[in-house]
């Protein structure tokens, strides 16, 4: 049976620390480990000592960039800056023109009624109305969300 504990004992995560180790004999003959006194027959078998023998591989620092990779001075930065907000500026101008035309496309489909689309009584069918309108809606919300995104990554512009 003390072999079976031992081996369990041994499972523990590597990194696991116990400020006190303490063996206990419990009222019904059982040998329990544990980080806490649970009985009167405990005794301390490891106090403020790691459990595992083995210890962590030591660390290298780390340097932010490597000694060798290019760098650029503030102007060339500020340079390639300027082109990035130039280039989102024009995306988003494209992208509100996109916009505007799927909103005409979406508002002309709208009001168009196809012959398939009447009713007897000289309604509308609107399944198959919503049907046929239902990409340019996609569309429509295609071109806002990329109006989002591009304003969002104007804003984290420095």
Known sequence: ??????LALLALPLSVRADTLYRCQMPDGRTTYTNQKTGKNCEIISQDKPVSTFSAPPQKPRQAT???FPRVNGDQQKARDND???ILDQELANEQKNLDAAKKDLAEQENLIM???RLQGGGVQGGKKDARIQPYRDKVQLHERNL???RREIGNLK
Request: charged residues 40%; without cysteine; negative net charge.
């Open 1 to 6: 049976m003390k072999p079976t504990l031992l």
């Open 66 to 68: 490597p000694a060798d």
């Open 84 to 86: 990035r907000r130039a």
């Open 115 to 117: 012959p398939d689309e």
């Open 148 to 150: 989002e995104s591009i």
